[in-house]
């Protein structure tokens, strides 16, 4: 709301200036996870802190590096610094080798081991083989036998919580599921961001007696969602994210090493109610040589010409300039197609902003999707146009469940009728809605 505030307030210095004049206090959380968002505002909040030094801007984090933001807001004036202890229990951490020997996973090597591998130096020959041979894959053997080894340790000691596993995608949350099927006792639940929410509320209660909880999850678990009864994290490490290459303009969703912040935000998920341990299935190497300490800003990940929209939108014509004023500036070959972009769009007309661009400024959503429901309100046909934008924003309206994805796949094209899956998807929610119209 606040940025939205900001970017309606007429373009001006002292435009952005008035529209908080209300405003006494700005507070951002999370401040760490830098989002699109969050650096575009923080360039806004450091240009109107010099105008208004009566303005406290509170940034909060639970692993924030206040000194980069500290470097950032020191040309306004003094910044202070106030760490607050956290409440959690002690987390006691396990790496890959500790792991191996705790569960005796041989991977069938036989003990051969490769030499000059910084990863293992000084390790026994046996751990070092299996770590060797696993590799940069995600071992679901190993998984198992490392869920089995929590299970018996907290039956032993006849303590009740769940298991909480971290993977980097769907197809590793159903393989991780397939595999822990052989162990009988465990109540096993997958979380990710496109289960339906009622799929995602079935983590929070505790698991049937005699069972042992299991919830196999991607990042969404880091700190979005929180489950009580978690005493026991299993971290691959791994997480998929999306990058940017503006030179040859392609998007792409890559699996990738998660950054160090990311997994202490995990191992923290077993320390929420009582002294848990979490179990890093990577190397000590591996975190300080492969991880980086924090993830790479969204700024210079992803597509820029919604931001650049945005910004000329309120009136500031030197776009790249502004944008080279940020916390970590985007790459300047990525400002130059978006400009570009947008130009090819109807959004600019040179540096002048267009009558679409104006609209498309406007809207909360992908340009592209803008465009549609602008062009479906000029012809006449706004309602079609907007279900397929939320479509393309959130995600088709069919559930495709892994053991009826050929069912899913028949139900679907009977409403496609070979004109494609977006006809498709539109055609089954207007019969949906006439439905209910005729229901109620």
């Not at 002292?14 to 505002?41: C, G, K, M, N, P």
Request: hydrophobic share 40%; with cysteine; net charge neutral.
């Amino acid at each position: 709301m606040l940025l939205r505030r900001l970017q309606t307030s007429g373009g001006s210095s002292e435009d952005v200036v008035a529209s908080l004049a209300d405003v006494s206090h700005v507070i951002i959380d999370e401040v760490h996870e830098r989002s699109l968002d969050t650096d575009f505002l923080l360039v806004l909040l450091r240009d109107v802190l010099k105008k208004r030094k009566d303005l406290k801007l509170i940034l909060m984090s639970a692993t924030l590096d206040a000194g980069v933001f500290e470097d950032y807001f020191k040309s306004n004036g003094r910044v202070g610094r106030v760490e607050i202890s956290g409440r959690t229990y002690p987390v006691e951490d396990y790496y890959l080798d500790d792991v191996i020997q705790m569960t005796g996973f041989n991977s069938g090597r036989g003990g051969r081991r490769d030499e000059d591998d910084a990863d293992t130096a000084g390790m026994d020959s046996d751990v070092a083989a299996a770590i060797q041979s696993i590799g940069m894959r995600i071992n679901y053997d190993l998984i198992t036998q490392t869920v089995r080894e929590i299970d018996a340790e907290l039956s032993h000691l006849k303590q009740g919580g769940g298991i909480l596993i971290f993977l980097p995608g769907v197809v590793e949350i159903s393989r991780t599921m397939d595999a822990l099927r052989s162990v009988h006792n465990l109540h096993v639940l997958p979380l990710h961001a496109s289960l339906q929410s009622s799929e995602q509320r079935r983590v929070f209660p505790h698991a049937p007696h005699g069972k042992r909880k299991v919830v196999v999850a991607t990042n969404v678990a880091e700190t979005s969602i929180t489950i009580d009864d978690i005493v026991a994290v299993i971290d691959t490490g791994r997480v998929k994210e999306t990058s940017y290459d503006p030179q040859n303009n392609m998007r792409k969703l890559e699996e990738v090493w998660a950054s160090r912040a990311a997994c202490k935000q995990r191992r923290g998920r077993a320390g929420r109610v009582q002294a848990g341990k979490c179990y890093k299935l990577y190397t000590r190497n591996a975190e300080m040589s492969k991880m980086m300490e924090r993830p790479e800003p969204e700024i210079r990940r992803v597509p820029l010409e919604q931001l650049c929209l945005s910004v000329r939108a309120m009136g500031i014509k030197e776009v790249a300039a502004f944008l080279a004023s940020a916390l970590t500036p985007p790459e300047s070959l990525a400002v130059d197609g978006a400009m570009d972009l947008l130009g090819r769009m109807g959004a600019l007309d040179g540096d002048d902003l267009t009558a679409l661009g104006r609209h498309l400024s406007m809207i909360p959503a992908d340009l592209r999707c803008g465009k549609l429901m602008v062009y479906g309100a000029m012809f006449g046909c706004l309602d079609s146009c907007v279900t397929i934008a939320a479509i393309l924003t959130v995600k088709s309206p069919f559930v495709s469940p892994q053991d009826k994805r050929e069912e899913a796949k028949s139900a679907r094209a009977k409403f496609a009728k070979n004109q494609g899956d977006l006809i498709g998807d539109l055609k089954a929610f207007e019969h949906w809605d006439e439905m209910v119209s005729n229901r109620a």
